[in-house]
T-cell receptor, first 114, second 115 residues
Framework: AQKITQTQPGMFVQEKEAVTLDCTYD???????LFWYKQPSSGEMIFLIY??????QNATEGRYSLNFQKARKSANLVISASQLGDSAMYFC???????????FGAGTRLFVKA | EAGVAQSPRYKIIEKRQSVAFWCNPI?????LYWYQQILGQGPKLLIQ????????DSQLPKDRFSAERLKGVDSTLKIQPAKLEDSAVYLC?????????????FGPGTRLTVL
């Protein structure tokens, strides 16, 4: 069975510092995609970044980068230069290639301090 | 471009009543998803449509939940009768196609409270 584990229920970071949000996954599929979404208090999920399991380079999108370690089955999100607006819930998700179901972790709540 | 629209934003009902949620995806998006997000958890996929056909409904409690996608555009999700454990946020999302790498665009959700 597929599973996403986010072990940090809450994280604090000082404004302008970098923060890493952990994500490990369990799957028997060889090909899959990994996603990170942000959910502000308004409730809407916002796509941040995508990493394919066969991508050799770690994905980057602006201040977001994904530290992908396939052998360890981890896909940590790194946010550089944190901003107050980054305070939100962050969800790691996975979907197998050719499959339909995206599964989400329980999320990590990030608090950015001024 | 306009985002995914959902209505209502909030709904309070008593158990055993019925309720319906509406979703209008981004124009041109072939794939539509309904998720249930219980407080403190990540979203759980209930059903996924490709155009107007169902491609995955393995986690939909079919004894009380039903969903349809009219003409491959709008979709409605219905609960009848509702139970206390159905209290959650119901999120609708759409993507251009169903391929894995396609990002999903989410609506604001409908917060359902069952008393």
């Amino acid at each position: 069975a597929q599973k996403i584990t986010q072990t940090q229920p809450g994280m604090f970071v000082q404004e302008k510092e970098a923060v890493t949000l952990d994500c490990t996954y369990d799957t028997s599929d060889q090909s899959y995609g990994l996603f990170w979404y942000k959910q502000p208090s308004s409730g809407e999920m916002i796509f941040l970044i995508y990493q394919g399991s066969y991508d050799e380079q770690n994905a980057t999108e602006g201040r977001y980068s994904l530290n992908f370690q396939k052998a360890r089955k981890s896909a940590n999100l790194v946010i550089s230069a944190s901003q107050l607006g980054d305070s939100a819930m962050y969800f790691c998700a996975m979907r197998p290639y050719g499959g339909f179901k995206t599964i989400f972790g329980a999320g990590t709540r990030l608090f950015v301090k001024a | 471009e306009a985002g995914v629209a959902q209505s209502p934003r909030y709904k309070i009902i008593e158990k055993r009543q019925s309720v319906a949620f509406w979703c209008n995806p981004i124009s041109g998006h072939a794939t539509l998803y309904w998720y249930q997000q219980i407080l403190g958890q990540g979203p759980k996929l209930l059903i996924q449509f490709q155009n107007n056909g169902v491609v995955d409904d393995s986690q939909l409690p079919k004894d009380r939940f039903s969903a349809e996608r009219l003409k491959g555009v709008d979709s409605t999700l219905k609960i009848q009768p509702a139970k206390l454990e159905d209290s959650a946020v119901y999120l609708c999302a759409s993507s251009l196609r169903s391929e894995t790498h396609n990002e999903q665009f989410f609506g604001p959700g409908t917060r359902l409270t069952v008393l």
